[in-house]
């Protein structure tokens, strides 16, 4: 019987969506930080522009989009500081057959990932 993924994997599996997405679109990775609860998880820089990006993981049934919004003002005044922009990436995850089952080891998984979501204040 397969396990359940752990908090610290479900995270490695959202950062690995989002960083082959940012790979595709041409970021170049400056810093990669896969620790839980320290943000962000991507430094990058395209056309000269630096962007931090905050990957959280989220399981079904919360909605992908929504954000600690005192954590990413947080980051996004530690972001200005180096003239930064500020991007949430949340990543849905779950059990490829029945959502209301965790999502385990060596099977199928669902993901809704819709991109990056600028952080404007």
Do not use: C, W
């Not at 919360?62 to 919004?69: A, H, L, S, T």
């Not at 003239?83 to 057959?97: C, M």
Request: glycine share 6%; aromatic share 10%.
């Amino acid at each position: 019987m397969s396990l359940p993924l752990t908090e610290q994997e479900r995270h490695n599996l959202a950062m690995n969506i989002v960083g082959k997405d940012l790979e595709a679109q041409g970021f170049e990775f400056l810093a990669v930080n896969s620790t839980l609860k320290k943000n962000p998880q991507f430094v990058v820089l395209k056309n000269k522009t630096l962007h931090f990006i905050v990957v959280k993981a989220i399981l079904f049934p919360n909605p992908v989009q929504d954000y600690d919004k005192d954590s990413m003002l947080k980051m996004k005044m530690h972001a200005d500081k180096f003239e930064a922009k500020t991007y949430y990436a949340g990543v849905g995850l779950g059990h490829g057959s029945n959502y209301q089952m965790p999502i385990l080891k060596n099977e199928d998984y669902t993901v809704v990932y819709n991109g990056l979501q600028e952080i404007v204040f």
